[in-house]
């Protein structure tokens, strides 16, 4: 399984001939545009999590007449800018539903935010979770009550995932929060049985370097945080190989 970085939480993947794409709203080094050129797949898979201006841009539409399905959180129908896309060939799904398609299964979960997270089971076995913009959202700077409601949040979201099994997990480790950064992605390890994972939500941020602290309270995994679109890695043996 191929995961090329697009921007911010977005990512393209492929999966045998199955071409998955997460929150494509930015693509600076035209990864998607290159692989839909060269049309070396069999279903195309366009998703957004929700229509926050980093998740969801509307020059996604240049690859309708590929897609398969464009599959899209349940905020982004009431937008304006949705109107532009086929409306055929659109799933807008709901916290906590389920569709099926040629190649893949796909479940959602809530936010902590706006939309809904992502897991999805491909026809080879592959399971990848893409949280949107779920996560701890502790702003050091908030109001205690706001801090303890954003933890109330998160755990009682956590808790429907509890032994979530999943190959690959995308998951928000936003520098803006600070000292507060790992919360999220620390509970998250904790509760859920996930073989790797990759930091997002960093735009800029350098990498990723996990703490102490996030290492004496998590098993140890194999964890990528790209910074640079383009960058591009190879998911096997529950590994990532650079390419």
Same mark, same amino acid.
């Given at each position: 399984?191929e995961?090329v970085y697009l ?12 071409l ?8 600076? @080094?035209?990864?998607v545009?290159r692989a839909?050129?060269q049309g070396?797949?069999e ?9 926050h201006?980093? $998740?969801?841009?509307? $020059?996604?539409r ?9 599959i ?5 129908k009431?937008t304006?800018r949705v109107k532009?896309f086929p409306?055929d060939n659109?799933t807008?799904?709901k916290?906590y /539903? ?10 959602t979960?809530? /936010? +902590?935010?706006?939309?809904?997270s992502f897991?999805?089971? +491909?026809?080879s076995?592959?399971?990848i979770f $893409?949280?949107?913009?779920?996560n ?5 700077n908030d +109001?205690p009550?706001?801090? @303890?409601l954003?933890?109330?949040?998160f755990?009682?979201?956590?808790k429907?995932?509890?032994g #979530?099994?999943v190959?690959v ?5 936003d &520098?803006? #929060? &600070?000292?507060?950064?790992?919360f &999220?992605?620390?509970?998250f390890i904790?509760? %859920?049985?996930?073989? %790797? #994972?990759?930091a997002? $939500?960093?735009v800029?941020?350098? @990498?990723? +370097?996990?703490?102490?602290?996030f290492?004496l309270? %998590?098993?140890?995994?194999?964890i990528? /945080?790209p910074?640079k679109?383009?960058?591009?890695r190879f998911f096997?043996?529950?590994?990532f190989v650079?390419?």
């Amino acid at each position: 399984m191929e995961i090329v970085y697009l921007l911010n939480s977005g990512f393209m993947i492929k999966d045998e001939q199955t071409l998955l794409v997460f929150d494509d709203y930015d693509d600076p @080094a035209k990864i998607v545009d290159r692989a839909v050129n060269q049309g070396n797949f069999e279903y195309l898979y366009i998703f957004a999590s929700h229509a926050h201006f980093d $998740h969801f841009d509307t $020059h996604i539409r240049a690859y309708a007449d590929q897609v398969s399905r464009y599959i899209f959180s349940y905020d982004i129908k009431r937008t304006k800018r949705v109107k532009i896309f086929p409306a055929d060939n659109i799933t807008f799904m709901k916290k906590y /539903s389920e569709w099926q398609g040629e190649g893949i299964k796909v479940w959602t979960y809530d /936010s +902590t935010d706006v939309g809904v997270s992502f897991l999805i089971e +491909t026809d080879s076995g592959k399971r990848i979770f $893409h949280a949107g913009d779920f996560n701890w959202w502790h702003w050091e700077n908030d +109001t205690p009550e706001n801090q @303890a409601l954003a933890k109330k949040d998160f755990d009682r979201q956590l808790k429907r995932m509890k032994g #979530l099994e999943v190959d690959v997990a995308f998951f928000p480790v936003d &520098g803006r #929060l &600070g000292n507060s950064q790992e919360f &999220g992605i620390i509970e998250f390890i904790k509760n %859920t049985d996930i073989k %790797t #994972l990759v930091a997002m $939500h960093r735009v800029g941020y350098p @990498a990723w +370097t996990p703490s102490y602290k996030f290492q004496l309270e %998590t098993e140890p995994i194999p964890i990528w /945080s790209p910074v640079k679109p383009g960058e591009k890695r190879f998911f096997t043996d529950n590994k990532f190989v650079v390419v």
